[in-house]
């Protein structure tokens, strides 16, 4: 079984992040880069089909140099071997153009299941994986709770709204991993001296034959709204006093009740 688990790098979720003052972008000094967490569910459900049925993990990123060490975290965790899309003109691709990046990559080599992260929790958008099914000419499931294999096709669970919905899916798919799927596992400290000798292949534009430009464009990055300050209520001191004075300022000042 050839399996393929696509991952991003994105900023640590404890990161602070701060804007830059032209608002084109975050500042990026200081910050600790890691696996995005919901495609570290897509790895970690590989590895389990890989151990129960055989065959090979590739792990597959388009990004910056800095994006290597998120290969090798993958490899360090079990993938076989790694593909690294890697050019300045992916700097700011949106997600019909990581997507294509993705697709010229993965169609050159064997496929029976993709798996990627349901969103990246830097962009949140959630379009990659249903566009590289698209451009790829394959069926696709999303947020995906639980999954078996089936030989020519994998059953999986997709939560809907009060319910669950079972799919089965045939091969060649793919998937987008969601909470619940799995919990993944530590590299340790064999995998990680192991994954500094698993071959990684690093491919620009031209290696894979695409050209193109990002279609959807951050015009300006705005940082949220500082909070404002919070209100002590003191009323008479009693419970019933408070519990009075709260009402009274829910109703008349922030106008909820």
Known sequence: MNIIACIKQVPDTEAQIKVKPDGSGIEEGGIKWV??????????????????????????????????????????????????????????????????ALAAAIK?????????????????????????????????????????????????????????????????????????????????????MKAKKKPVEVKNAAALGITFAANAKISRFVPPPARAAGKIICADGTPEGKAAELAKLLREEAKVI
């Open 108 to 192: 050159e080599i064997p496929h029976d299941i993709i798996f990627c992260g349901q969103r990246a929790i830097d962009d949140d958008s959630g379009q990659v994986g249903a566009i590289l099914a698209e451009l790829l000419g394959i069926p696709q499931v999303t947020v995906v709770t639980k999954l078996e294999f089936a030989g020519a096709a994998v059953k999986v669970i997709r939560p809907i709204e009060g319910a669950q919905l079972l799919i089965e899916c045939p091969l060649p798919c793919l998937v987008t991993a969601q909470k619940g799927l799995n919990e993944p596992r530590y590299a340790s400290l064999p995998g990680i």
């Open 35 to 100: 696996m995005n967490p919901y495609d570290e569910f897509g790895v970690e459900e590989a590895l389990r089909l890989k151990e129960k049925n055989g065959g090979e993990v590739t792990v597959v990123s388009v990004g910056p140099q800095r994006a290597m060490e998120t290969i090798r975290t993958a490899l360090a965790m079990g993938a076989d071997k790694g593909i690294h899309v890697c050019d300045p003109v992916f700097d700011g691709a949106d997600a019909y153009a990581t997507a294509m």
